[in-house]
């Protein structure tokens, strides 16, 4: 499983920024504030992101998406970013109580060649054979997931499909990933649990490195608090000794008092130290 960074790099190093100008959903102009995010696959078996990059970028086209993803066939696949990151899509339609469209970004994910379909079920799907083709998807959409839920700060719970939308009364019917991904053991609950456990590592990730700073911060400080003062500053320091600016700190190294000349002089170390200073002049 990708780390959060890596999931961020691997989708940077695929992703293209490729507006389709001629659509509506662009020439609109019209912008959201995600709150969420709807997975479609196209339904039907064309696996090249420019089939549908050219069938989307005309203005007779009654569909538009933020990103389409795809040309697993040929390698680790594109991400092609063809609306603005929070332009209003044309992805779900309405539902009863109105359409995510309106709040949730959205893109289309290729489907491998080879199968066809009947009344919304896929017929002649070879799962071992699109078994490398599905691998390289669920590692493309699951890195994209991560990277947007980062992008916008939505909640796991906004990561959906075509079909939630028509569920939850915010989308037209549609059977979408589901009539797919199960056929590979996958499910929008699984790509939601891996995009969760990718985000719990980071912070997981986060909180061992603190605790780590600070455990190498104390042995630098041990390092740093002994008499291991440069022959340059013996003068100086016999001095600020001898006048009681400088003590130790009730340790010794080597028989002398430890007064960490080589640790880093604190706030509260420089105000006693001047105040000592102004007590010392004051009596002269």
Same mark, same amino acid.
């Given at each position: 499983?990708?780390?959060?960074?890596?999931?961020?790099?691997?989708?940077?190093?695929?992703?293209?920024?490729?507006?389709?100008?001629?659509?509506?959903?662009?020439?609109?102009?019209?912008?959201?504030?995600?709150?969420?995010?709807?997975?479609?696959?196209?339904?039907?078996?064309?696996?090249?992101?420019?089939?549908?990059?050219?069938?989307?970028?005309?203005?007779?086209?009654?569909?538009?998406?933020?990103?389409?993803?795809?040309?697993?066939?040929?390698?680790?696949?594109?991400?092609?970013?063809?609306?603005?990151?929070?332009?209003?899509?044309?992805?779900?339609?309405?539902?009863?109580?109105?359409?995510?469209?309106?709040?949730?970004?959205?893109?289309? $994910?290729?489907?491998? *060649?080879?199968?066809?379909? +009947? @009344?919304?079920?896929?017929?002649?799907? /070879? #799962?071992?054979?699109?078994?490398?083709?599905?691998?390289?998807?669920?590692?493309?959409?699951?890195?994209?997931?991560?990277?947007?839920?980062?992008?916008?700060?939505?909640?796991?719970?906004? $990561?959906?499909?075509? *079909?939630?939308?028509?569920? +939850? @009364?915010?989308?037209?019917?549609?059977? /979408? #990933?589901?009539?797919?991904?199960?056929?590979?053991?996958?499910?929008?609950?699984?790509?939601?649990?891996?995009?969760?456990?990718?985000?719990?590592?980071?912070?997981?990730?986060?909180?061992?490195?603190?605790?780590?700073?600070?455990?190498?911060?104390?042995?630098?400080?041990?390092?740093?608090? /002994?008499?291991?003062?440069?022959?340059?500053?013996?003068?100086?320091?016999?001095?600020?000794?001898?006048?009681?600016?400088?003590?130790?700190?009730?340790?010794?190294?080597?028989?002398?008092?430890?007064?960490?000349?080589?640790?880093?002089?604190?706030?509260?170390?420089?105000?006693?130290?001047?105040?000592?200073?102004?007590?010392?002049?004051?009596?002269?």
């Amino acid at each position: 499983m990708m780390t959060v960074q890596e999931c961020i790099q691997y989708v940077e190093s695929h992703l293209e920024i490729r507006p389709a100008t001629d659509n509506g959903a662009y020439t609109s102009g019209r912008t959201i504030r995600p709150a969420g995010c709807v997975n479609h696959s196209v339904g039907c078996a064309q696996p090249s992101v420019d089939v549908f990059f050219n069938a989307m970028n005309k203005s007779s086209a009654g569909w538009g998406v933020n990103a389409l993803l795809g040309d697993f066939h040929k390698g680790e696949g594109r991400i092609v970013l063809t609306l603005q990151w929070n332009g209003r899509p044309w992805g779900c339609g309405s539902g009863s109580k109105g359409s995510w469209n309106n709040t949730k970004v959205q893109w289309e $994910i290729c489907e491998p *060649a080879g199968h066809t379909y +009947a @009344g919304g079920t896929m017929v002649g799907y /070879d #799962v071992a054979k699109n078994q490398r083709y599905f691998d390289r998807m669920w590692k493309m959409v699951v890195a994209w997931n991560v990277y947007m839920v980062k992008k916008f700060g939505y909640p796991i719970s906004g $990561i959906s499909d075509h *079909a939630e939308s028509y569920r +939850a @009364g915010y989308g037209s019917n549609h059977g /979408d #990933v589901g009539q797919w991904w199960p056929k590979h053991c996958k499910s929008m609950d699984a790509l939601r649990k891996e995009v969760q456990e990718i985000l719990n590592g980071e912070t997981e990730d986060d909180d061992m490195d603190v605790a780590r700073f600070k455990e190498l911060w104390g042995e630098m400080r041990k390092e740093l608090q /002994d008499n291991d003062a440069s022959a340059y500053s013996a003068e100086a320091r016999e001095w600020a000794t001898k006048n009681g600016l400088i003590a130790g700190n009730g340790t010794t190294v080597n028989g002398e008092p430890n007064c960490m000349w080589g640790d880093i002089l604190t706030r509260e170390q420089f105000v006693t130290v001047l105040y000592r200073w102004t007590q010392m002049m004051g009596k002269a």
